[in-house]
């Protein structure tokens, strides 16, 4: 059984900076592929960072150059470092793992976390 457990989400204002863990347990390996999405009450689910098992990274072009992504094989953590939040960046993110990129880059990531709340005031 793989569990995705979420934190360091919270209030911040704009321009701040928050960095979001999740670690990983159970039978997920390094070669998982692993991401963060994010998800607005009433609108879909959308990919916000991935990273594979071999460190490439992909972004939505909405964070590209504020987020950064990375992974700690060793220890089953993956996080997500967000500098220069937006009000626009408030919503529930979530971490997710798959054997495939491709699953996970198209939302069918077999593990997802609980989610935590960001919440950028203006």
């Known amino acids: 059984q793989v569990q995705l457990v979420e934190s360091g989400g919270g209030l911040v204002q704009a321009g701040g900076s928050l960095r979001l863990s999740c670690v990983a347990s159970?039978?997920?390996?390094?070669?998982?592929?692993m991401g963060w999405y994010r998800q607005v009450p009433g609108q879909q689910r959308e990919l916000v960072a991935a990273?594979?098992?071999?460190?490439?990274?992909n972004y939505a072009d909405s964070v590209k150059g504020r987020f950064t992504i990375s992974r700690d094989g060793a220890e089953n953590m993956l996080y997500l470092q967000m500098n220069s939040l937006k009000p626009e960046d408030t919503a529930v993110y979530y971490c997710?793992?798959?054997?495939?990129?491709?699953?996970?880059?198209?939302?069918?990531?077999?593990?997802w976390g609980q989610g935590t709340q960001v919440t950028v005031s203006s």
């Open positions: 997710a793992a798959d054997r495939w990129y491709s699953n996970l880059a198209a939302g069918g990531a077999e593990y």
């Open positions: 159970g039978s997920i390996r390094s070669f998982f592929a």
């Open positions: 990273i594979t098992s071999g460190g490439m990274t």
